[in-house]
């Protein structure tokens, strides 16, 4: 630990240690670390392990082991290999989970791109989502443009609401990562899954919903939905199964 520019700390915890509330520069934990209040920092780093008894601010966030935020946090850069549980409700700029990212409340970022999974058990509000790994969202997932890149992975794709300005859901052709899923995972699936999907345009493939709405709406292979409601457009792909189909 070393006094930095205006008086304000960098802390660097090895082996185990323990760090009380205040404002700090850059946070390396690199062992085991427990924060007992709320911390503000321009960076912070998990190599080992740490818990935050309160919430955290922080420009720039990464977690490569585990961290376990018990009330909320903000971070204008999130990245997380490895593990991440958080307590209360998220905001952020960039996040780019690799990992397992759990927010028990609700997540608010500029830009959120999967390739892990990411729970969360309110709301998701984003500008840009992509989502090439597995989510689970109870709430509504609410963005300009949502992407999902479905894959081999077997991963679940499951949201309560979503709404966009455009939504894509895609089947990656990647031949080789679908024979490698059928070795080592032969009975996991990898759909997306909602209750209603909203959108100006909305290309959907392998999806399951209750209701699909929008003003542009194509419906492609392996999708299964109760109802479809279209203002301009509707297209609808041989594979696919549609109980009803409404212009409004």
């Not at 679908?178 to 959108?199: C, F, K, Q, Y």
Request: glycine share 14%.
């Amino acid at each position: 630990m070393h006094r930095s520019e205006a008086g304000v700390r960098d802390v660097r915890i090895m082996g185990e240690g323990t760090l009380g509330p205040g404002r700090y520069r850059d946070v390396h934990v690199l062992g085991s670390g427990v924060i007992q209040g709320e911390c503000r920092c321009r960076r912070f780093k998990v190599h080992g392990e740490a818990e935050l008894a309160s919430h955290i601010d922080a420009d720039s966030l990464h977690v490569f082991g585990t961290l376990n935020v018990r009330q909320g946090m903000d971070a204008r850069a999130l990245h997380v290999w490895g593990t991440l549980s958080a307590g209360g409700d998220v905001r952020g700029g960039d996040v780019r989970v690799f990992g397992l990212m759990e927010v028990h409340g609700g997540l608010a970022v500029d830009t959120l791109n999967i390739h892990g999974v990411v729970t969360v058990d309110g709301d998701c509000q984003a500008e840009w989502v992509r989502c090439r790994g597995g989510v689970q969202i109870e709430g509504l997932l609410n963005a300009g443009t949502i992407r999902f890149d479905l894959g081999g992975s077997g991963l679940p794709c499951v949201v309560g609401e979503i709404g966009a300005e455009r939504l894509e859901v895609r089947r990656r052709r990647d031949f080789v990562a679908a024979i490698i899923h059928r070795i080592l995972r032969p009975g996991a699936s990898n759909r997306l899954s909602a209750g209603t999907i909203e959108g100006d345009v909305v290309t959907l493939e392998d999806t399951e919903a209750d209701v699909v709405r929008g003003d542009q709406v194509e419906i492609g292979p392996g999708c299964r939905i109760r109802r479809v409601e279209y203002k301009s457009v509707y297209h609808q792909a041989d594979g696919a199964t549609v109980e009803e189909v409404l212009r409004v």
